[in-house]
């Protein structure tokens, strides 16, 4: 998929999906879960198989 597929699929901004593709905000992400798993929080995250799949 293109990033203007996947910006539109998902509503995320296309330079934003730029940015995370190349690592921008990927820290961002690490520190968040590191403070959740100080915290005792568990994250799960769940995937399927899109729309009409």
Known sequence: MTQAEVAEL???D????????????VTQLERTLRILRRLGATVTIEL???PGR
């Not at 296309?14 to 905000?25: K, V």
């Open 14 to 25: 296309r330079t934003y999906l730029a940015r995370l593709e190349n690592g921008a905000t």
């Open 10 to 12: 998902t509503g995320i």
């Open 48 to 50: 399927d198989d899109g």
